[in-house]
């Protein structure tokens, strides 16, 4: 058997930075993962309806603006609505103390932030990474 | 520069110095690093003499300040005639908090102000439109209509202070709603003073707040031109970007070479169209990033204003105001770092000294807690204070260009222009700018740039204080603004409101020639502006727009 | 798991990508909903698309998927980016330009990276062309890998080749030298607003008087520019007369034979490798004589018999 993990990488909302997104992209697919990225602008629905047709063993989200609290949300409300249960959830961009534990109840497992080491990333997502 | 035998024996005697005193040295203490190099990767030796810039001629290459080629600064007197203007980024939430904070930053010395928009307003949405969820205000102010800008500005003398927009795919219409209201007030726009940033090819190389695709994207921005030199005569109608370049994890070289490029595509659009580059060049501004290396950014401005004189005599300008490269600078946001947020005011510091002792016309020092979230009060004023404390303390205001005559400086700078000219040749080849966006060079170059950035801090290659060395493991204490939580609703209910008492027949009748115009070719912005007075939103107004421009996405480039 | 065939022949979008998945990994689970599905299969129309680098294939892909589905139709599409022969991770980023189709549920994108395989096809392209066959699509779109050197294997999956290219450069030549002129059934140069598309046209025109002489269907060129929907309904056209050729002419039928033939062989191919490298099996012996083969105590063909051997005994 051959089995990757499959991310899919995705920036909800309007920011356009990218930086970020990219180079966790790049990092995990040095890390041996297929990594599927959606670009910029996306919907909550869209980013749940490319989980699932991809069959990703991650979602990576990536939002600069601040408006994580809400965006975030939508996407984890939605996946649970579907029943997507064994996704691993994580977040990335400039996300205050307090807002994180928050989002981790939401279920958002891991929340990085600016100065965050991509090994790190790649690390957490071995541990946690579900099927 | 030098005399031919003086030269000679400076050689020699390097040569001398190199073998028999610093190997000596390293022998017995070897080099703390194997190689230095700076962040665009230039290799760094560890001694610079007059060997290194016997090549330039003074007046050809430097020259003095004010006069050709201006390499040693625009003005003849620089900073001790006038400081920069020191212009703080700022803008979160309604109208009307921003508003405050305008005040508030204008009574503690800030002499101009410079407007951040939130991304519905970035992207030309109304609040109220779906895809604005949850952005309200987040990064800067939501305007919609002219009645936010109406709120934003209540009570500020827009006659004295400048103010710069950071707007780019819907610049002309909020630049509309400024002369609007400055009209309602009584002020005319031959005497309002500004600037758009304007800027669409960065927005496709790196900042990525595009709305239309390439070419009717640069049609608006050269009719913006051609209706500021002849109606607004003291508004910068473009600030071209290379901060966005930067943050987006470019190098130096790469930003000052891309910003330069995207400078020169605007002129040859204008001139293509017809405009007379002496007529429309000194409205054009530029806006620089001021990041951790810094030498290499001083030589960064010096090279940008040599570069781009020379190749604005070479497009036909004559006037001596057409040949200068005016900046805003603001301090590397990228940087900043959540961790120990207070030593950033340090690094800001460094950063900002290095954009004034490379002779920037104004100034934006970022607050320590930018990486946690928007600034509060008194985050933005210790930034404020940084710029007076250089200003007024450190004395590197009193001569012109302290630097100018370093052998390192001097020879980094021609370095940084050379490098700057085989990006114009590379970019050339692939047949200009637009084609070379649509083939993704620029998108590369800065992604491999970044990621070899971000390898070097993850392998300890680059040390970031706090990142990867000198770690602590605390709390971070940094009180964080709240925004107001009734704003969104309170700008949702305005938008109502406006719908309903403006004279809608009016907005109708404007918008729809609006349309009629966009698919001719006249100069659009007279419609924004008829469209604007009558209160049609930034959301409305931008939608006709999209109809007929179609909506832009990006090539794919990691 | 029985029930994942079912659930994929009534089109559930999550069973679809959960057998894609199992049959990319190469799990033994995949084989027994493979199995189930085969009968269902052979209505959808499976279209290639393959060109050099940023040609414009995912943009393409996304007109005609939206022009498809104005007439009603249910779309497959399987984009194939390369995966990193370094680190066997891939970065799948086709879908960017389609993102408006992801949440219409009679379109199923599914990105695939290589995974070790040459030629612009992935090693599970097979399976997935049949899943989501099975699952209803009308068509199913594939895209390859962007080089355009000698990325030909789509014609044993495709029953029409779209070939695509661009003005200038001189590099649509330098694809057809690549061996690209034989494998495609409709020529399409893309980014027809940019300068130099008469000349490309022109060029790719007089090749193929020269390499279609004496035959009875001459390679059709179109002209598009994907990123305006220009030229799309023509191009449709043309693939509607291609398939009606392929009928006409019993072609259809042999392309659909060797397709299978090339699926067979990988099947063979993929559990032969897997049985010969398995730790259960001949892995420790395969280690063993390579390591005598770095000796130079045995070569490389004794040392293939003898592990043949044992298998074919
Ligand atoms: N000028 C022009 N650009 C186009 C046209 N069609 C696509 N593009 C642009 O070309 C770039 C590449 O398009 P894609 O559809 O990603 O090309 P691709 O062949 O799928 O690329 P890879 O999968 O990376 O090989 C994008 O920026 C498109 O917007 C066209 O007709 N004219
Ligand atoms: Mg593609």
Known sequence: MDQKIRVLIAKPGLDGHDRGAKIVARALRDAGMEVVYTGL???????????????????????????????????????????????????GGIIPEEDVSKLKKAGVSGVFGPGTHCEDIVRFIRKNVKK | MYDKKELDNIKRKKVEWNKECYSQHVKNRAERKKKFNNLSSLKIENIYTPDDVAHLDYDKHLGFPGIYPFLRGIHPTMYRGRLWTMRQFSGFGSAEETNKRYKYL??????????????????????????????????????????????LFNGISIDEVTTSMTINGPAAIVWAFYMANAENRGISKQSIGGTIQNDILKEYIAQKSFIFPPEPSMRLIVDTFEYGFKEVPRWNTISISGYHIREAGSTAIQELAFTLGDGLEYVRWAIKRGLKIDDFAQRLSFFFNAH?????????????????????????AKKDRSLYMRFHTQTAGCTLTAQQPEINIARVTMQALSSILGGTQSLHTNSMDEALALPSAKAARIALRTQQ?????????????????????????????????????????????????EKGFFQREIAESSYKYQKEIDEKERIMVGVNKYQMDEPIEIPILKMDEKGEERQINRLKKLRKNRNNSKVDRNLSNL?????????????????????????????????VFGEYTEPAIY | MNDIAAKVLEGDQRSIARLITLAENGSPLAASGMKKIHPYTGNAYVIGITGVMGSGKSTLIYELTKEYRRKGLKV????????????????????????????????????????????????????????????????VLV??????????????????????????????????????????????????????????????????????????????????VAKENKGIVELINEIENHKKHLKKTKMFDAKRRKRYEAELVEIIRKRLMNFIFDESTFKGKVESLIDQISKKEVDPYTAAEEILGKILK
């Open chain 1, 41 to 91: 602008h996306q919907t909550a629905e869209m980013i749940v309806e490319t989980a699932i047709q991809e069959d990703v063993n991650v979602i990576g989200l990536s939002l600069l603006s601040g408006a994580h609290m809400t965006l975030f949300k939508d996407v984890t409300k939605l996946l649970n609505a579907k029943g997507l249960n064994d996704v691993l959830i994580i977040g």
């Open chain 3, 143 to 224: 895209e390859t890998v962007g080089v355009g050197q000698a990325e030909v294997d789509v014609i044993k999956i495709a029953d029409t080749t779209l070939v695509v290219l661009v003005p200038g450069l001189g590099d649509s030549i330098q694809t057809i030298k690549a061996g690209i002129m034989e494998i495609a059934d409709i020529y399409i140069v893309n980014k027809a607003d940019r300068f130099g598309v008469e000349q490309a046209v022109a060029e790719l025109e007089s090749l193929i008087d020269i390499a279609c002489t004496g035959k009875d269907r001459k390679t059709p060129v179109l002209t598009t």
């Open chain 2, 515 to 547: 349309r009629k115009a966009a698919d001719g070719d006249k100069n659009l912005m007279p419609f924004i502006l008829e469209c604007v007075h009558s209160y049609a939103t930034l959301g409305e107004t931008c939608d006709i727009l999209r109809e």
């Open chain 2, 389 to 437: 404390v250089i200003a007024e303390e450190s004395g590197v205001t009193d001569t012109v260009d302290p630097l100018g005559g370093s052998y390192y400086i001097e020879w980094l700078t021609d370095k940084m222009v050379e490098e700057t000219y085989k990006y114009f040749d590379k970019v050339e080849k692939l047949g200009g700018v637009i084609p070379a966006i």
């Open chain 2, 106 to 151: 204008l009574e503690h010395g800030e002499t101009g102000l410079s407007v951040a928009f939130d991304y519905p307003t970035l992207y030309g949405y109304d609040t109220d439109q779906p895809l604005s969820r949850g952005e309200f205000g987040k990064c800067g102010v939501a305007i919609s209509s002219l009645k936010d800008m109406e709120i």
């Open chain 3, 76 to 139: 497959g599409i399987i984009a194939i980016d390369p995966t990193s022969p370094f680190s066997g991770g891939a970065l799948l980023g086709d879908r960017i330009r389609m993102m408006d189709l992801a949440t219409d549920d009679g379109v199923f994108i599914r990105s695939m990276g290589t995974r070790g395989m040459l030629g612009g096809l992935t090693s599970a392209v097979y399976d997935v062309v049949e899943i989501l066959d099975a699952s209803g699509k009308d068509l």
């Open chain 2, 292 to 316: 951790n290396d810094f030498f290499e950014e001083i030589a960064k401005y010096r090279a940008a204003r040599r570069i781009w004189s020379q190749e604005m005599r070479n497009l036909g």
